[in-house]
């Protein structure tokens, strides 16, 4: 048997990110041979469960987002070195400035997911990018294995730090609900993000802005002085639904299911969990034109780097070529994003 510890993550049941929800399927999909032990914030879950999906769950009264993800994660290194687990699975690289300490008293195998380049984000200002940069060579420097979940940002490891690293990416079919009716497929195209200009959410607008496409943008929109202007600014097009988040799965599943394409705006942050979801719905994928799309979709996506080129790439594709895009994305989603198939290479990294 071997015992995993997870660090890193608000906990599970999933009710945050991408990596709560990577922790939650490594758990539901792991073999006899594995025994998860979780940390989770206090501060998210009113009601503490001692164990999920056969993992034991640990709570630490700090937040794990924000700044106190830093002392969140090095509390739960602290714990670690008296649990002493095979393996310390850290997700993200927040407390990663603990490792040369925790390397010297534990005998644990290291692996790390480092996330997505996040010092390379807009919204971090400067002293924050060198922590964070800091804490990723930390983390690069003193882990056993280094997990990207994107070959662009694994190609970045290998000439940034000269270090071997495993490209595991996400999976995504858990977004199919079965048993769930749906419409016939509707006229509109959907686009689901964090509301954020890394993710290109304004040329998103503009494009359909200046077109007759019928667009539903689902995401955060009152959350930053961000989303609310440019939700003032596009409320008045008739084509342009803006849409606040949806967190009923099954509602997010029809409107997924009846929509006549995607349109992902994401510019960074290496394979994104939102994009391996959609692909599991046979969709036509319109996709910001970067390495890391690219990547994710085999090159068998449509791509667009301006709001011009996205309404051209709107209007301008036959229905063949929409449906062999639809039928491309299906495929290399069941066969590289299925959450039995991401468990079991995680369980090889631990070996």
């Not at 009601?47 to 002392?71: C, D, E, F, R, T």
């Not at 390379?120 to 800091?134: E, P, S, Y």
């Not at 959609?278 to 301006?306: L, Q």
């Not at 929409?322 to 039995?340: C, F, G, H, P, Q």
Request: with cysteine; net charge neutral; proline share 3%.
């Amino acid at each position: 048997m071997h015992k995993i510890a997870v660090v890193g993550t608000v906990g599970i049941p999933a009710c945050y990110g991408g990596f709560e929800s990577l922790v939650e399927n490594l758990t539901k999909y792991s073999t006899n041979e594995i025994e998860y032990e979780v940390f989770c914030s206090s501060k998210s879950y009113s009601h503490k469960l001692s164990g999920y999906n056969g993992a034991k769950l640990s709570y630490l009264p700090l937040s794990a987002n924000g700044i106190q993800s830093v002392p969140y994660d090095i509390l739960a290194l602290v714990h670690c070195i008296f649990k002493k687990p095979d393996v310390t699975l850290i997700l993200g690289v927040s407390g990663c400035m603990f490792l040369p300490f925790y390397r010297l008293v534990s005998r644990s195998k290291i692996v790390t997911n480092i996330d997505g380049l996040e010092w390379r984000r807009d919204k971090w200002g400067k002293w924050a990018k060198r922590f964070l940069k800091f804490s990723e060579s930390m983390a690069v420097k003193y882990s056993d294995i280094i997990i990207t979940d994107n070959k662009a940002i694994g190609d970045y490891v290998d000439a940034e730090y000269s270090k071997h690293n495993v490209v595991i990416a996400y999976g995504g079919d858990h977004a199919i609900i079965e048993g769930v009716e749906v419409e016939p497929e509707q006229d509109y195209f959907l686009s689901l993000c964090r509301i954020e200009p890394e993710n290109n959410v304004e040329m998103i607008l503009t494009a359909f802005s200046k077109g007759e496409h019928k667009l539903k943008f689902i995401g955060n929109w009152n959350s930053s002085e961000f989303g609310r202007e440019l939700k003032a600014k596009f409320a008045d097009f008739t084509n342009i639904n803006i849409i606040d988040p949806v967190y009923d799965l099954e509602q997010l599943f029809k409107l997924r299911s009846e929509c006549k394409g995607y349109v992902h705006g994401h510019s960074a942050g290496g394979t994104n969990p939102s994009l391996v979801e959609a692909m599991h719905f046979g969709k036509p994928i319109f996709a910001f034109d970067c390495n890391f799309n690219r990547y994710s979709t085999e090159e068998k996506a449509v791509y667009f780097a301006s709001s011009t080129e996205l309404l051209s790439e709107l209007s301008g594709r036959s229905r063949e070529q929409l449906s062999n895009v639809s039928k491309s994305m299906k495929e290399i989603a069941v066969k590289r994003y299925t959450w039995e198939v991401i468990s079991k290479m995680y369980e090889m990294s631990y070996r």
